[in-house]
């Protein structure tokens, strides 16, 4: 930013330093040479051409600092800067960033015409009855700047904003040109400096559009004061032979008019080539930035999902080799406890110890449903395939759903089947599992009033996919990346085992398909089924 910031500085002092060099220069040649050899003619078209070539100067430098400083018209981020897609700055971004600029330039403006009005205004270089009419015109221009400043950070459309900036400017500076000189005074030559920052700033044509209504202006103030419409304010330090005024000479106004037209849409039309050639270059780097981006986030993406599977893979290694080191001892805990109630209820046993041996028996039956599981998500059983009609797979599960809770907790379901009759190669009973754990844990996250959407459709020519969309609480980012991890659960203690989604993920991975989910807490979720098509069908 101080960069910037330096440049803005340099381009002022030194296009300042220009037009007061060859300005100061004139008057002084004027003051104690040409006043004594020319006659009064000839000095206005000395004044003349003085103004158009400090600005001829002036647009020079401007365009050559526009080619070399190119990252003042559009900013480029550094290296390091950008790390996602937000990260490029939009067109909006640079017009805000501009307007910025303009209005603390402005401050600057505001400051220095005061000083201007009150220096001359005290030398008598311009008539007393001027100071009020300029002073209005300076206290506008504060006062638009102040509403500026105050709108300027929730602007939206920064581009409107720019243009409304433009033009309100340089209708107050027709007020200063009006009171200053009208033509005989080269502050006129102002306006090209807003024609060159509508051409830096704005689309071509709206630059034109911004160059002619200042062209427009400036006729209206010199015609007018040619018919003594508006009353003409002579500068002393101008040489004036009684009320011979140049303002009021036919000639004069219509080369100045002529020169000044000239000038003004040469200068746009350079400018906006110049500027063109350096939006179509900064276009080209941004897609190629936002190209290179796009491959990083893929990438990673690709690297998440591996890592993810890695470490699926793993944990399912370990649940095996778990499941394989408990299965035995827990299967004969199993069929001892069995035998130990029979034999209890045969015996007639108390029912205080009937109970324990029982509590007993259900807990290792418990611990071998766990066993099963963990070895289904590790190593899922091989058995034999059949095609499987989707649409009638849904249906089904359906009919398994406890319609008692559904009514309790006035929840809808909404099913929507695919037309065409989609067959995916598995087993029936695997994947009527799946979907149901999966409808089951979209009606146990809904409170009450809910809706629980279940889609059948073709994702692709050979993928068929399964959508069960619901509105319940939700899954937080954190969570989301655990939720097919074996004994991972959000429910309360006792309430879930923690294998329900891990089971569903081996099933659905061992004939080669995949679950995607999408959620965020208090949002609801939607858990995708894809699963190849059988193309033989």
Same mark, same amino acid.
């Given at each position: 930013?101080?960069?910037?910031?330096?440049?803005? @500085?340099? /381009? &002022? #002092? +030194?296009?300042?330093? $220009?037009?007061?060099? *060859?300005?100061? =220069?004139?008057?002084?040649?004027?003051?104690?040479?040409?006043?004594?050899?020319?006659?009064?003619?000839?000095?206005?078209?000395?004044?003349?051409?003085?103004?158009?070539?400090?600005?001829?100067?002036?647009?020079?430098?401007?365009?050559?600092?526009?080619?070399?400083?190119?990252?003042?018209?559009?900013?480029?981020?550094?290296?390091?800067?950008?790390?996602?897609?937000?990260?490029?700055?939009?067109?909006?971004?640079?017009?805000?960033?501009?307007?910025?600029?303009?209005?603390?330039?402005?401050?600057?403006?505001?400051?220095?015409?005061?000083?201007?009005?009150?220096?001359?205004?005290?030398?008598?270089?311009?008539?007393?009855?001027?100071?009020?009419?300029?002073?209005?015109? @300076?206290? /506008? &221009? #504060? +006062?638009?700047?102040? $509403?500026?400043?105050? *709108?300027?950070? =929730?602007?939206?459309?920064?581009?409107?904003?720019?243009?409304?900036?433009?033009?309100?400017?340089?209708?107050?500076?027709?007020?200063?040109?009006?009171?200053?000189?009208?033509?005989?005074?080269?502050?006129?030559?102002?306006?090209?400096?807003?024609?060159?920052?509508?051409?830096?700033?704005?689309?071509?044509?709206?630059?034109?559009?911004?160059?002619?209504?200042?062209?427009?202006?400036?006729?209206?103030?010199?015609?007018?004061?040619?018919?003594?419409?508006?009353?003409?304010?002579?500068?002393?330090?101008?040489?004036?032979?009684?009320?011979?005024?140049?303002?009021?000479?036919?000639?004069?106004?219509?080369?100045?008019?002529?020169?000044?037209?000239?000038?003004?849409?040469?200068?746009?039309?350079?400018?906006?080539?110049?500027?063109?050639?350096?939006?179509?270059?900064?276009?080209?780097?941004?897609?190629?930035?936002?190209?290179?981006?796009?491959?990083?986030?893929?990438?990673?993406?690709?690297?998440?999902?591996?890592?993810?599977?890695?470490?699926?893979?793993?944990?399912?290694?370990?649940?095996?080799?778990?499941?394989?080191?408990?299965?035995?001892?827990?299967?004969?805990?199993?069929?001892?406890?069995?035998?130990?109630?029979?034999?209890?209820?045969?015996?007639?046993?108390?029912?205080?110890?009937?109970?324990?041996?029982?509590?007993?028996?259900?807990?290792?039956?418990?611990?071998?449903?766990?066993?099963?599981?963990?070895?289904?998500?590790?190593?899922?059983?091989?058995?034999?395939?059949?095609?499987?009609?989707?649409?009638?797979?849904?249906?089904?599960?359906?009919?398994?759903?406890?319609?008692?809770?559904?009514?309790?907790?006035?929840?809808?379901?909404?099913?929507?089947?695919?037309?065409?009759?989609?067959?995916?190669?598995?087993?029936?009973?695997?994947?009527?599992?799946?979907?149901?754990?999966?409808?089951?844990?979209?009606?146990?996250?809904?409170?009450?009033?809910?809706?629980?959407?279940?889609?059948?459709?073709?994702?692709?020519?050979?993928?068929?996919?399964?959508?069960?969309?619901?509105?319940?609480?939700?899954?937080?980012?954190?969570?989301?990346?655990?939720?097919?991890?074996?004994?991972?659960?959000?429910?309360?203690?006792?309430?879930?085992?923690?294998?329900?989604?891990?089971?569903?993920?081996?099933?659905?991975?061992?004939?080669?398909?995949?679950?995607?989910?999408?959620?965020?807490?208090?949002?609801?979720?939607?858990?995708?089924?894809?699963?190849?098509?059988?193309?033989?069908?």
């Amino acid at each position: 930013m101080g960069r910037k910031k330096f440049n803005i @500085a340099r /381009l &002022l #002092l +030194f296009c300042g330093g $220009i037009l007061g060099f *060859i300005f100061i =220069g004139y008057e002084v040649l004027e003051r104690y040479w040409l006043i004594d050899l020319l006659e009064m003619t000839s000095i206005h078209r000395l004044h003349l051409i003085r103004g158009i070539g400090a600005s001829l100067v002036a647009v020079a430098f401007i365009i050559i600092y526009l080619r070399r400083y190119s990252q003042f018209i559009l900013p480029i981020p550094r290296a390091g800067e950008i790390v996602h897609f937000s990260d490029i700055p939009t067109e909006n971004d640079r017009l805000k960033h501009h307007a910025k600029w303009f209005i603390r330039m402005r401050w600057i403006a505001s400051g220095t015409a005061l000083l201007l009005i009150a220096i001359t205004v005290f030398l008598e270089v311009l008539p007393a009855e001027t100071l009020i009419p300029l002073l209005c015109c @300076a206290a /506008l &221009l #504060l +006062f638009a700047n102040v $509403i500026y400043s105050r *709108i300027s950070r =929730g602007v939206n459309n920064a581009y409107s904003f720019i243009m409304v900036q433009v033009i309100v400017d340089l209708v107050i500076l027709a007020g200063f040109v009006e009171f200053s000189g009208g033509l005989e005074n080269p502050i006129y030559f102002m306006y090209l400096l807003h024609v060159v920052l509508a051409g830096i700033l704005l689309r071509q044509r709206d630059a034109f559009i911004i160059t002619f209504f200042a062209f427009v202006l400036v006729c209206v103030v010199s015609f007018g004061q040619l018919v003594h419409i508006f009353p003409h304010h002579t500068i002393a330090i101008f040489p004036h032979a009684g009320d011979n005024h140049a303002s009021y000479n036919l000639p004069f106004v219509l080369g100045n008019i002529s020169v000044f037209f000239i000038m003004m849409f040469m200068t746009v039309y350079f400018v906006t080539l110049v500027v063109d050639r350096l939006r179509k270059s900064n276009d080209l780097l941004m897609q190629s930035i936002a190209n290179a981006l796009s491959e990083v986030e893929k990438r990673k993406e690709v690297e998440a999902q591996l890592v993810h599977s890695s470490k699926l893979s793993a944990i399912g290694r370990l649940a095996g080799q778990v499941t394989h080191e408990i299965n035995n001892p827990v299967g004969i805990i199993t069929a001892r406890a069995k035998m130990l109630v029979n034999d209890a209820e045969k015996a007639g046993t108390n029912e205080k110890q009937l109970s324990d041996l029982r509590t007993i028996l259900r807990h290792a039956e418990r611990v071998s449903a766990i066993a099963k599981g963990l070895l289904f998500y590790s190593r899922p059983a091989v058995k034999t395939t059949e095609a499987v009609d989707i649409n009638y797979l849904v249906k089904s599960v359906m009919t398994l759903i406890d319609q008692e809770s559904i009514k309790e907790k006035r929840t809808l379901i909404r099913t929507f089947f695919c037309k065409e009759k989609l067959m995916a190669s598995a087993d029936f009973n695997d994947l009527q599992q799946a979907l149901l754990n999966i409808v089951n844990n979209a009606l146990e996250a809904i409170q009450k009033n809910g809706m629980v959407i279940i889609r059948v459709f073709k994702d692709k020519e050979s993928t068929i996919g399964i959508s069960v969309e619901d509105t319940g609480v939700g899954i937080s980012e954190k969570n989301r990346e655990k939720l097919f991890e074996p004994f991972f659960t959000t429910k309360p203690p006792g309430k879930g085992t923690g294998l329900g989604l891990a089971i569903c993920y081996g099933i659905i991975r061992s004939y080669h398909g995949d679950i995607n989910v999408e959620s965020s807490e208090g949002k609801g979720s939607k858990f995708t089924i894809l699963l190849p098509g059988n193309t033989a069908l």
